[in-house]
């Protein structure tokens, strides 16, 4: 006690030596404290998050295991110098590397955590065979776009605890941004189709799609543009803004293609064979691999033919499979008809005179 009286003797720039003691105490303390908050106390949490299912924990561990040592430094300094009279521009510098320092830490851990959610997806999707490339471009411009916005937000913030008017700095540049979304409209909308294709996902790299009148696979889809091989051989090249906005068939997504067509026999079929076709044409399909029948009905009468309405199934999404198996089919058509004597009706017209 004695000691501590004797410090309040001596002073100097404004404050005691007693005071002078009280900062370093306080200094050291916080010090201990946030490095043994982070070898010790994070170490073990580490250990129980290993334990759990999820890494969710894991990572913010090692967001909190991951802040730099000026981080503590400032934070023992700015809280330890608080007690100390001091001159105002030196509490103006002390408070402004203060808030430097924290929004710094601030904008990290939050650009780690998105990142750790986007990094996630990006995985589920390369399980799912998503097209890893396009899948890493859009990454990494998110992650850009997040972290400029981020420090946007932290400067404003920074500049608003200064006792700054940022309410004229807002709204410059929101008219700035104003300004550059018309001068770029065209690419921001490419790069925002862009998006909605990766996040929608209507169709992926080596899908079979079909765009109005043309149709091709899937090669590569950019930021900007998507480009497709067509059936010609050539490579079309459209703009992702027009994909977004248009009608696209995806035959990759088909699990099986439904096949409905029509046969016509002559009004010469005895009443014996219209029963037996629909039989007929079952057994034909069932004998062809890949092909499911469902109905065979006698539904028409037209002016030169008896209709039949067919649907069949081709449990295949592959073009060559549904060729092979219709051709298949077509064929054993005409021979059991050819056998059982059915004539296929074509266009004709009978004339009858009358003497």
């Given at each position: 006690m004695e000691f501590l009286e004797s410090l309040k003797m001596f002073s100097l720039w404004?404050?005691?030596?007693?005071?002078?003691?009280?900062?370093?105490?306080?200094?050291?303390?916080?010090i201990v404290i946030l490095k043994t908050f982070q070898v010790i106390v994070l170490a073990r949490l580490h250990k129980l998050a290993l334990r759990t299912k999820t890494d969710l924990d894991d990572m913010l561990i090692e967001v909190f295991k991951t802040i730099k040592p000026p981080f503590y430094f400032f934070i023992s300094v700015y809280f330890?110098?608080?007690?100390?009279?001091?001159?105002?521009?030196?509490?103006?510098i002390l408070l402004i590397l203060f808030l430097v320092v924290i929004v710094f830490e601030i904008i990290q851990a939050i650009a780690r955590v998105l990142d750790y959610i986007m990094r996630k997806y990006l995985n589920k999707n390369k399980e799912e065979g998503e097209d890893n490339q396009h899948a890493d471009s859009v990454i990494k411009l998110l992650q850009v776009i997040v972290k400029v916005i981020l420090w946007v937000l932290g400067l404003v913030?920074?500049?608003?605890?200064?006792?700054?008017?940022?309410?004229s700095l807002i709204a410059g540049m929101g008219i700035g941004g104003l300004a550059i979304a018309l001068a770029l409209q065209n690419v921001l909308s490419d790069l925002f189709s862009a998006f909605s294709i990766y996040i929608d996902k209507p169709f992926k790299a080596g899908d079979f799609i079909k765009l109005g009148t043309d149709s091709g696979t899937v090669e590569k889809i950019g930021m900007k543009t998507t480009r497709i091989r067509?059936?010609?051989?050539?490579?079309?090249?459209?703009?992702?803004?027009?994909?977004?906005?248009?009608?696209?068939?995806?035959?990759?997504?088909?699990?099986?293609?439904?096949?409905?067509?029509?046969?016509?026999?002559?009004?010469?079929?005895?009443?014996?064979?219209?029963?037996?076709?629909p039989v007929m044409i079952e057994e034909i399909v069932a004998k062809v691999s890949l092909a499911t029948f469902n109905r065979c009905h006698f539904v028409e009468y037209d002016d030169s033919a008896l209709i039949f309405d067919i649907v069949i199934f081709i449990e295949s999404k592959e073009m060559p499979d549904y060729l092979k198996a219709r051709?298949?089919?077509?064929?054993?058509?005409?021979?059991?008809?050819?056998k059982a004597k059915i004539e296929f009706a074509y266009p004709t017209q009978t004339i009858h005179l009358q003497k």
């Open positions: 404004g404050n005691t030596s007693y005071d002078y003691f009280i900062a370093a105490i306080i200094f050291i303390s916080l330890s110098i608080k007690i100390l009279s001091v001159p105002d521009v030196f509490n103006k913030l920074i500049l608003s605890n200064l006792g700054l008017d940022v309410t067509t059936l010609q051989g050539e490579q079309l090249i459209v703009s992702n803004q027009e994909l977004t906005s248009a009608r696209i068939q995806n035959f990759r997504r088909m699990n099986n293609r439904r096949v409905s067509f029509k046969l016509g026999v002559t009004y010469d079929t005895s009443a014996k064979n219209l029963e037996s076709i051709q298949e089919i077509n064929l054993e058509i005409f021979k059991k008809f050819a």
